[in-house]
């Protein structure tokens, strides 16, 4: 399926993917929970192969860009104008600002960064339902989104950010196998 460009669409894509995800964290073994998380042999570029070294990491990004869209929207709709990246955050600096969100977990649990992704994906979901098609994936509907949709951050903040963690959680299941038990 391509990248959602309706509401049903992207209740269905969103779903899928999570249930993807959720299927795939509850068969990890206890060797890849416990095998930190190393690309360096990779060639993988982007910032967050190096910055994320477990489940945890993961599991809380996703959980603090939920929190990101759910403010964002919240405080728009309350006529409290906010960018969606929080200050002094932009497009180009925003890798900064996930390693603040890494910085500020290390001491959270695995159990609690399941709980609290679990917990944020069921808000992002209701608050998905409240929005009609056109209000989500037209432009313009809502001054404070910009020139793009509602949608698409949406989109991108559910199944499309789970297809990337996805993606990452099968990298680390193939490389944890060349660890020689110890």
């Known amino acids: ?3 959602p460009t309706t509401k049903t669409d992207l209740l269905t894509a969103a779903t899928t993917n999570y249930e993807k995800l959720i299927e795939l964290i509850s068969n990890l073994t206890e060797k890849e929970l416990s095998t930190p ?3 360096s042999n990779e060639k993988k570029k982007e910032a967050h192969w190096k910055r994320d070294k477990n489940l945890r990491d993961i599991l809380i990004h996703l959980y603090e860009w ?3 869209l759910l403010h964002w ?6 006529g409290d104008k906010k960018p969606f990246l929080p200050e002094p955050y932009n497009w180009r600096t925003y890798g900064d600002m996930n390693i603040k969100f890494w910085e500020k977990h290390q001491s959270t649990s695995l159990e609690d960064a399941k709980l609290l992704f679990q917990k944020s994906h069921s808000e992002v979901m209701k608050l998905t339902e409240t929005f009609s098609n056109e209000e989500l994936f037209s432009k313009g509907v809502y001054p404070w989104v910009g020139g793009s949709t509602l949608g698409s951050y949406f989109v991108s903040n559910t199944s499309s950010h789970y297809e990337w963690a996805i993606k990452k959680l099968k990298a680390h299941k193939k490389i944890v196998p060349r660890y020689k038990e110890s």
Request: hydrophobic share 35%.
């Open 1 to 3: 399926m391509g990248r």
């Open 37 to 39: 998380f190393d690309f």
């Open 66 to 68: 939920h929190e990101l």
């Open 73 to 78: 929207v919240h405080s728009n709709q309350n």
